[in-house]
T-cell receptor, first 114, second 115 residues
């Protein structure tokens, strides 16, 4: 398996623009997670899905952030409008439904909002 | 609520020296414990995990961690580090039998191995 795939790997945009980050989980994994990593706040869980259904979005910072999972092999995280404070590395992770918590991470998308 | 504390944000060490990265957790219920490693410009990778059984768990590259229930700790050790071990290390807990979302990370410890 190719592992969790994220695109783009790097994104530079201007404040106010819409940004869409994409993730393809490992085939057969029923859980998908979106994280944000910054120097100041560390690693934060934004939202996670089970069988394409959002389970907990309490980590989504504000209404400018939205996430969807239209099918088992694809998810998006959208920021509209983007702000400089959204600059971070965004990770997608997936896992099997074992109840153990072992997650497999993608390489991340480094977002810079100017 | 559960929490994870990594006591050292940065640990510099010379090559071939031993190292210990400390992790303490707080939970009122049983947990699973993990160490993840993040190499520069990469995502997190699972290094080792404690689910049950022997309290000492080992990774394939020489790291080990010991679960100490009385001290609620899961410290990571390596007797002799290499330059290639330079990375950031994250301790994490998951509730026993809990939902997949309950993977709580510490803030990470940056290990810097110098020649």
């Amino acid at each position: 398996d190719a592992g969790v795939i994220q695109s783009p790997r790097h994104e530079v945009t201007e404040m106010g623009q819409e940004v869409t980050l994409r993730c393809k989980p490992i085939s057969g994994h029923d859980y998908l997670f979106w994280y944000r990593q910054t120097m100041m706040r560390g690693l934060e869980l934004l939202i996670y899905f089970n069988n394409n259904v959002p389970i907990d979005d309490s980590g989504m910072p504000e209404d400018r952030f939205s996430a969807k999972m239209p099918n088992a092999s694809f998810s998006t995280l959208k920021i509209q409008p983007s702000e400089p404070r959204d600059s971070a590395v965004y990770f997608c992770a997936s896992s099997l439904p074992t109840g153990i918590g072992e997650q497999f991470f993608g390489p991340g998308t480094r977002l810079t909002v100017l | 609520a559960q929490s994870v504390t990594q006591l050292d944000s940065q640990v510099p060490v010379f090559e071939e020296a031993p190292v210990e990265l400390r992790c303490n957790y707080s939970s009122s219920v049983s947990v699973y414990l993990f160490w993840y490693v993040q190499y520069p410009n990469q995502g997190l990778q699972l290094l080792l995990k404690y689910l049950s059984g022997s309290t000492l768990v080992e990774s394939i590259n020489g790291f080990e961690a010991e679960f100490n229930k009385s001290q609620t700790s899961f410290h990571l050790r390596k007797p002799s580090v290499h330059i290639s071990d330079t990375a950031e290390y994250f301790c994490a807990v998951s509730l026993y039998g809990g939902s997949q979302g309950n993977l709580i990370f510490g803030k990470g410890t940056k290990l810097s191995v110098k020649p």
